[in-house]
């Protein structure tokens, strides 16, 4: 009777799903609405989305959509179904920005609270303009801050990678950050990346990657500006138990 090894078996799977999924940057492409799909899945499991209440709106598709847009962002397409299995995002940080540059940040950090205030409900507004925040202050993820530690003038910010459930346990989510952070340094000049990992499955890719943990934040240990808990904790995985914040030299 013979006997098939599993080791074996998953290695032949794996080697079969990354030739079937194929890695190309977003800019080559117009299927900006079916990448913006693929963040669905992404609200209803993301600890930090779903603390804050998130999920699609029109603001937040215009912030996608400025990340896809922004050449060092890439997919995975399934090459037999022609489907968008994977999407990784990303944003170059200058420490230098020019003059109009400056001003345009500085009007829409201004407007922005505004525009949900105004056009999204009160609960998606608190959570786009109060917890979010208040998550990122926590855990230390602001890009701008780490030129002088590491001595730098451009970093990628790795914002976010999402692949669909069908393709989950193929190393997609390796190969989609490992394409974002060499079009980062052929495109974007970067020489370092800096990354807020809010969920475990994240956190392994990072790990593996080589990204050095800088700072671990406890979910249940951040409290609100008036010392509560943070809200919609008991609706995280309870998998998910922390964000990491990580850096690595690319």
Not at 130 to 151: H, R, S
Not at 188 to 201: D, E, M, P, W
Request: glycine residues 6%; positive net charge.
């Amino acid at each position: 009777k013979a006997v098939v090894s599993t080791q074996s078996t998953g290695r032949d799977t794996i080697r079969y799903m990354a030739q079937r999924y194929r890695i190309v940057p977003i800019s080559e492409t117009e299927r900006v609405s079916e990448i913006l799909e693929q963040f669905e899945c992404f609200y209803r499991n993301e600890p930090f989305s779903t603390i804050a209440n998130q999920s699609r709106h029109f603001l937040h598709d215009k912030d996608l959509t400025s990340l896809a847009r922004s050449g060092i962002s890439v997919m995975a397409i399934d090459t037999e179904t022609g489907k968008i299995v994977g999407v990784r995002l990303g944003k170059v940080y200058k420490e230098r920005y020019s003059a109009w540059k400056t001003f345009q940040n500085w009007i829409w950090n201004i407007l922005l609270p505004w525009l949900y205030w105004l056009f999204e409900s009160a609960e998606i507004c608190y959570g786009s303009t109060v917890i979010l925040p208040l998550l990122f202050e926590a855990t230390g993820y602001n890009p701008a801050a780490f030129f002088a530690p590491l001595g730098c003038s451009r970093i990628l910010s790795d914002t976010f990678v999402c692949v669909s459930p069908e393709a989950r346990g193929s190393k997609l989510g390796l190969r989609l950050v490992t394409a974002s952070e060499e079009l980062a340094k052929e495109k974007g000049g970067c020489t370092h990346a800096v990354a807020v990992s809010t969920g475990i499955y994240s956190q392994r890719i990072f790990k593996k990657l080589g990204y050095t943990l800088v700072k671990e934040t406890l979910y249940d240990e951040i409290r609100m500006k008036d010392g509560s808990p943070l809200p919609n904790l008991d609706r995280v995985p309870q998998e998910h138990k922390s964000a990491m914040l990580f850096t690595k030299a690319l």
